[in-house]
């Protein structure tokens, strides 16, 4: 036992630490004088002049980069404070650090002034740009046009819904905290610097808070995080019932922080949950087990009247004499559905973010998908879903249906990112065992497998 125990920590704590960070693809076109960087979640060009030309997002769900900025004169240019025409650098370069944590490229203006970008190589979307000794007006970028901007003294929000050109779902967000207060000239969105250090923290992804918390939550002066909420809810994102979902992230995310392993903060969140619905999958099993122990008497009352309205009327008469309401499974049934499709959609939430995850028992990155990725996690499914089956059917017609269900469903869901596959396995280990407990509690059996392929009863050796 003690060996076991040692064991699982050993695993647990390599889990945590053996962990190498998706790599930074980065290639120099002479040709277009560009430069490409390319992530995991997002990807990005650059021009010799300091400007950021595109801006694309990966979507996990379709696996492609999509578009959600393109260069309009506005990609943080260093503009004269007297002309406003730009100021444009006579060098730049570029490092990356061993651990591939960042790609850092610097632009040097004359005079000896210096502007700098910052890409992150984490799940969280976020780049800093730095002004060291410029005295000027900087252009700030936007994605969407003016409906969907919104700011406040140093805060700046652009919001897109959805491509202009393509009508693609992009739901994206850029998220500004400035060093100085947003200036309006000529539909312009500027702010200014003058001296050192003065650094811009930025937000570029899909619209999610606790992505959007981690880029700016840390940041003291005053409550910025709470300033972009405010901003976005005035965009007419973040309503009341997303108040509900975030708690369902906040947890998830802070079990994440906790364990450190996405593939570990899945299962705790899958048996919590359950756990917490336990005293309600007891009513929904309690009924379904009175229903069927009074399956035979409801098959009998079928034969023996042919009158449907007769037929109601004597099983309405059964349903009281025995005490049993078949109403009440039914809306038993009906609480856990909407906070199941919640957690669904948590998991779900985290599904980019799985690619920096930490090494799960043989999984490197639980973003992957597909058949090769999920075949442990498909056949604990099948398996856990065909036990099920077998402990809730009476007969070997029904456990068929329930059968054919358990094989088939997950291979509907072969595609999904490993992370989101854990949760369907660990979810469908919990309902077979909740099943098998309620069956021993209430002394019901299941069939075999030998009465499901009709083969009667085992025989006896002698």
């Not at 923290?201 to 992505?211: A, C, E, R």
């Not at 017609?397 to 509907?412: E, K, L, N």
């Not at 069956?439 to 050796?461: C, H, M, S």
Request: one cysteine or more; hydrophobic letters at 45%.
């Amino acid at each position: 036992m003690k060996k076991f125990l040692f064991l699982t920590l050993c695993l647990f704590f390599t889990n945590i630490l053996v962990f190498s960070i998706p790599t930074i693809n980065i290639s120099e076109s002479s040709l277009n004088q560009e430069l490409n960087i390319e992530m995991k979640l997002y990807r990005l060009k650059l021009d010799q002049k300091g400007h950021i030309l595109s801006f694309e997002l990966f979507d996990s769900r379709t696996k492609k980069f999509n578009l959600v900025y393109e260069y309009i004169s506005d990609s943080f240019d260093v503009l004269d404070p007297n002309t406003l025409e730009e100021i444009l650098p006579v060098d730049y370069y570029y490092t990356i650090p061993d651990n591939q944590s960042y790609i850092e490229i610097n632009y040097l203006f004359p005079g000896g002034g210096r502007k700098t970008y910052r890409f992150y190589n984490d799940p969280n979307y976020h780049f800093d740009v730095e002004f060291d000794g410029i005295n000027a007006f900087i252009s700030i970028p936007s994605i969407s046009f003016s409906d969907g901007i919104r700011y406040d003294k140093n805060v700046f929000v652009s919001y897109i819904n959805k491509s202009p050109l393509t009508g693609v779902a992009l739901d994206a967000t850029l998220a500004l905290h400035l060093p100085n207060n947003v200036e309006l000239n000529q539909n312009n969105y500027l702010f200014k610097v003058n001296g050192r250090n003065n650094i811009v923290t930025s937000y570029l992804g899909p619209t999610k808070k606790i992505f959007i918390r981690e880029t700016f939550g840390h940041i003291e002066e005053g409550n910025i995080y709470s300033n972009i909420i405010t901003l976005m809810k005035d965009l007419g994102k973040f309503g009341f019932f997303s108040n509900i979902f975030y708690w369902f992230v906040s947890f998830f995310w802070w079990l994440f922080k906790v364990t450190g392993n996405f593939g570990w903060a899945i299962i705790l969140f899958t048996l919590i949950v359950n756990a917490i619905l336990f005293p309600i999958y007891g009513r929904q099993k309690k009924s379904a087990i009175e229903m069927r122990k009074l399956q035979p008497e409801i098959d009998k009352i079928r034969k023996k009247y042919k009158n449907p309205q007769k037929q109601q009327e004597e099983t309405l008469k059964l349903y009281k004499e025995k005490g049993v309401n078949p109403a009440s499974g039914c809306l038993t049934s009906l609480i856990p559905l909407p906070i199941m499709i919640i957690l669904w959609q948590v998991i779900y939430y985290f599904e980019g973010s799985y690619a920096y995850n930490p090494h799960f028992i043989f999984w490197n990155d639980l973003s992957v998908g597909g058949f090769g990725a999920n075949f442990p996690l498909l056949l604990i499914a099948i398996i856990a879903s065909l036990i099920n089956a077998l402990l809730m059917s009476q007969d070997a017609r029904t456990a068929w249906t329930s059968v054919i269900m358990s094989v088939v469903f997950p291979f509907i869901l072969i595609g999904l990112p490993v992370g989101v596959f854990v949760y369907y396995a660990m979810n469908s280990i919990i309902q077979t065992f909740l099943t098998f407990v309620y069956n021993k509690i209430y002394k019901v059996k299941g069939i075999t497998v030998r009465e499901l392929f009709g083969l009667g009863a085992k025989p006896i050796r002698r």
